[in-house]
């Protein structure tokens, strides 16, 4: 039976932890040949022995732009990039604001996103896709979340100014509020945290890795979607 990604090559940085592996997950089980790519040669190891014999990795510095076009260059061909890499979110007051650790935390999440794009298309087909990932602090920005927020804003804006220039290749953004997975680890109170979510937002639970994993899968396969900013974050931005 064919499936909607058969034949495809799917390119995850930050593909090996979290949300970026269950959009590995999702796209390898609908057919895809999934490229997993991480700072770290272990994460890859680990990760390319829970999918299929397909899939294989590479390992690159995220804050070297020289870095991430070099590992695309080594991969070629593909259809559909997905960006998601990142180290948890520095929250801090801007009172205490170390803006040095801000800026990595920038030049991670945002740069290598842009710089990610930047290698990917020349090397895709018309037909494919670059899915960048930011959150819903834009919008409901907690006590101490300039950093968050900002970086949000930014990615929300990089996307709809690169699907203008980069058409007809196809730059969508994922938006994932608080879901369950390893960018919590550390946090202080985290089940209590969660709990809280699931009490306030609408769908009333906390969300799931698998969750926003669809929303990636959606955003590939819906081949008439450019520019747009998917929020998968349970109604929290409503409450």
């Keep these: 039976m064919q499936m909607e990604l058969d034949g495809q090559r799917v390119v995850l940085l930050g593909g090996t932890s ?25 994460n890859v190891r680990h990760t390319l022995d829970q999918l299929p014999d397909s899939a294989w990795g590479d390992v690159a510095d995220f804050s070297d732009p ?3 076009e070099s590992v ?10 997905i ?3 990142g180290e948890p979110l520095y929250i801090s007051p801007v009172e205490h604001l170390d803006i040095a650790v801000a800026r990595e935390y920038f030049q991670i999440r945002f740069f290598g996103a842009l710089a990610a794009a930047k290698a990917a298309r020349g090397r895709m087909p018309d037909t494919g896709s670059i899915i960048v990932t930011a959150g819903v602090a834009k919008d409901r920005p907690g006590f ?9 804003g930014a ?5 709809k100014a690169l699907a203008v220039e980069f058409a007809p290749v196809r730059v969508n953004c994922v938006a994932p509020g608080v879901i369950r997975s390893p960018l919590w680890q550390g946090t ?18 906390v969300g799931e890795i698998e969750d926003v994993a669809k929303a990636y899968l959606y955003l590939m396969t819906q081949d008439y979607s ?5 929020t998968v974050d349970g109604g929290l931005t409503l409450v």
């Design 83 to 85: 960006y998601t890499a």
């Design 72 to 81: 695309i260059g080594r991969i070629g061909r593909l259809d559909h990039l």
């Design 226 to 230: 450019t520019g747009m900013v998917l």
């Design 188 to 205: 202080l109170h985290v089940e209590e945290m969660y709990q809280e979510i699931a009490d306030t937002c609408l769908a009333g639970r």
């Design 155 to 159: 990615l929300e804006a990089l996307t």
């Design 144 to 152: 101490g979340w300039a950093g968050p927020a900002s970086i949000s």
């Design 18 to 42: 979290g949300i970026g592996f269950g959009a590995a997950r999702i796209a390898a089980a609908h057919g895809a040949e999934v490229v997993v790519v991480s700072s770290r040669e272990e």
């Design 66 to 68: 020289d870095a991430i």
